[in-house]
């Protein structure tokens, strides 16, 4: 996509990478619509409008006021998700559920209600915020992993489906940022002593100093940078030293390999 003055709907506006992407989108000039489940003061340079993933007619009112007011949408970042962690057997199957139709299924929903405008168009660009965590089993955060490794194949698929109608959908990897996603993980109710210590000791890891240290607008430019090329590729990453080399290490070492490396880095 040529870059050009376009209007973009990014989920997840409220907050963390979404702010930083409809932040820095508005100021580069595009007409920019966040979303948030909260009614928000309104920004100056680009539009709040409510939206909760879990709401099929909340998203349609959403994309039908973006549509309805700008008279096209031509870039969608799905940004929106919720972090979750706890030990796979300490997690209620109702919160992966709530996780999976969040990240998973309420993505879905989005696609669904833009694709026909898009299809209109004969053009149009979808990226889906996954994680890093898509490519391996995190632990204490399977569930998290699972749901954006699913978002992957989902979007591998669309890819596919669209291209025909002209229209872009890729993912987007960040590695860890500074945001408020820890702080809104789900978490387990109650941990169980068989996981307690290693759940702790991960934690913690999660939490220190080194982590989520990154500034969002990196992952801001970089969805500027995408939507300014002519023929996007099927996954960015925005990620850096040992956590983009895991990446590789995963498809090249052998799998058990592969866990001790990730086990030894969780102590
Ligand atoms: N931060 C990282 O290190 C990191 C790494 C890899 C991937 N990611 C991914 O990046 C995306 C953004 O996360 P973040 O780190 O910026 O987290 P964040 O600061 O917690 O922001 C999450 C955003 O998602 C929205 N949201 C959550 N549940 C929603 C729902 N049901 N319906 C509509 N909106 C919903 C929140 O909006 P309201 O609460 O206002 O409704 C908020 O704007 C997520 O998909 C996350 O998985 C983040």
Request: glycine residues 0%.
């Given at each position: 996509m040529p870059q050009q003055h376009k209007v973009v709907l990014v989920t997840g506006g409220s907050s963390g990478l979404g702010k930083a992407i409809c932040e820095h989108l508005a100021a580069a000039g595009h007409t920019v619509y966040g979303t948030s489940r909260k009614a928000l003061d309104q920004p100056s340079n680009y539009r709040f409008i409510t939206m909760d993933l879990a709401d099929e007619v909340s998203v349609q009112h959403a994309i039908h006021e973006v549509i309805s007011t700008s008279g096209r949408i031509d870039v969608v970042v799905n940004n929106a998700g919720v972090g979750i962690q706890g030990a796979t057997e300490d997690l209620l199957p109702e919160q992966a559920t709530a996780l999976f139709d969040t990240n998973v299924i309420g993505t879905h929903r989005v696609v669904r209600g833009v694709l026909p405008q898009m299809r209109r168009q004969g053009c149009g660009l979808i990226i889906n915020i996954t994680s890093l965590a898509a490519n391996f089993g995190l632990p204490y955060r399977g569930f998290y992993s699972a749901s954006k490794a699913a978002l992957e194949r989902y979007t591998e698929t669309l890819s596919m489906e669209v291209k025909p109608f002209g229209i872009y959908a890729l993912t987007l990897q960040p590695g860890?940022?500074?945001?408020n996603i820890g702080a809104n993980r789900i978490r387990p109710a109650v941990i169980g002593d068989a996981y307690k210590a290693g759940y702790e000791r991960a934690m913690e890891l999660l939490g220190g100093s080194l982590h989520y240290s990154r500034d969002p607008v990196e992952v801001a430019r970089l969805v500027e940078r995408i939507m300014g090329t002519e023929r996007p590729k099927t996954v960015y990453y925005a990620a850096h030293g040992k956590q983009r080399l895991a990446v590789f290490l995963k498809k090249l070492l052998p799998g058990r390999f592969f866990q001790r490396l990730m086990m030894k880095e969780y102590k």
């Open positions: 860890e940022f500074n945001t």
